[in-house]
């Protein structure tokens, strides 16, 4: 089984910054992406960002790209979502998620495995 700890999350006034990790445990698997989602209230899950082990190419959602920067040092080593300008928009829970093979990387169905989420809110 394969465990995925999201960290990071917190409160924080708009225009700052959090930094989220996800760390991954349990049977050595080897995924092919990994992603960030989030869920506000009342709302259906959604993409924010992910990484594509093969190439290294990285894809955000509209609504964050030039803000979020989702990066990962070596394959022993967390993922990271670097969140600056945050906007009260950004209140959410964000998942951290790993996939074992992937073709159309926004996709959360296409994820196998998830974490429980660490809260962002974001004050104005």
């Known amino acids: 089984q394969v465990q995925l700890v999201e960290s990071g999350g917190g409160l924080v006034q708009a225009g700052g910054s959090l930094r989220l990790s996800c760390a991954a445990s349990?049977?050595?698997?080897?995924?092919?992406?990994m992603g960030w989602f989030r869920q506000a209230p009342g709302k259906e899950r959604e993409f924010v960002a992910a990484i594509r082990w093969s190439d290294g190419s990285t894809y955000y959602a509209r609504s964050v790209k030039g803000r979020f920067t989702i990066s990962r040092d070596n394959a022993k080593t967390p993922v990271y979502l670097q969140m600056n300008s945050l906007k009260p928009e950004d209140t959410a829970v964000y998942y951290c998620?790993?996939?074992?093979?992937?073709?159309?990387?926004?996709?959360?169905?296409?994820?196998?495995?998830w974490g429980q989420g660490t809260q962002v809110t974001v004050s104005s």
């Open positions: 998620a790993a996939a074992d093979t992937i073709r159309y990387i926004e996709n959360l169905r296409e994820y196998d495995y």
């Open positions: 349990g049977r050595t698997f080897s995924s092919s992406a």
